[in-house]
């Protein structure tokens, strides 16, 4: 059997990668408010105990930490690896955007007469995607956010850190991977994603319960 065209390939690459990527993006959003937060709270309630500020201290740390490995993994550039970079390189060529739009109309439940509608939606989630890839700074902000996971988080390495990325700067890389998040939904059926507006409330959530427990 002859092997299928690239496009294809590359269509399959793109819905096969969808699920996973939605779902680490709507955790990686959520550790990061965790930590929101936990940070929050601590920055409030200044005569918390100091066992309970201790515990909350720690809690932040671990989950500042995951959320940063994760937003390494989503960003990989490596090939072989299931990432954002990956879909990219795939949906940046017409072709294959061509090939998922054909696939969503013809395995659409709707009517023909709203296949129009299930190619637009795609082609919007697609073109968000790019806009939102493209917005991110690859040259500094992500050479950071390496240089800090190799050496800080994934490998003790001997050489210290040198460089490192700011809660700014993964306030706003969480945002992005969220939204990346939401548009592959396009290519996940029934995939429930993590809206960058439920950050907000994630991270109030997360600081009610720590507000709760420092008064106790």
């Known amino acids: 059997m002859s092997e299928p065209p ?3 390939k590359a269509a ?6 969808a699920p996973r990527l939605v779902k680490v993006a709507a955790v990686t959003a959520i550790s990061f408010a965790l930590f929101d937060g936990a940070n929050r709270a601590l920055l409030d309630l200044q005569d918390a105990s100091e066992n309970a500020r201790q515990i909350a201290s720690g809690y932040r740390g671990d ?4 959320t940063t490995i994760r937003l390494a993994l989503l ?14 390189r795939r949906l940046e060529r017409p072709e294959v955007v061509d090939v998922l739009v054909r696939r969503a109309r013809d395995t659409s439940p709707w009517a023909e007469a709203l296949a129009d509608r299930v190619e637009e939606d795609i082609r919007a989630s697609v073109l ?7 917005a991110i700074d690859w040259h500094d902000l992500h050479g950071r ?11 003790l390495t001997p050489e210290q850190i040198e460089r490192r990325v700011t809660f700014a700067e993964i306030r706003s890389l969480v945002r992005s991977v969220a939204t990346l998040g939401e548009c ?3 290519f996940y059926p029934g ?3 993590l809206r960058v507006d439920e950050i907000a409330d994630w991270s109030d959530r997360a600081k009610s319960v720590w507000e709760a427990a420092f008064r106790r």
């Open 184 to 186: 592959l939904t396009s």
């Open 63 to 66: 989950t500042i930490s995951m």
């Open 6 to 8: 690239e496009p294809e």
């Open 75 to 88: 960003l990989d550039s490596d090939p072989k690896m299931t990432s954002f970079q990956n879909v990219y």
């Open 145 to 155: 956010l390496q240089h800090f996971r190799n050496r800080g988080l994934a490998h």
């Open 191 to 193: 995939g429930v994603p």
């Open 12 to 17: 399959d690459y793109v819905q096969n990668a």
């Open 128 to 134: 968000r995607f790019l806009d939102t890839y493209r």
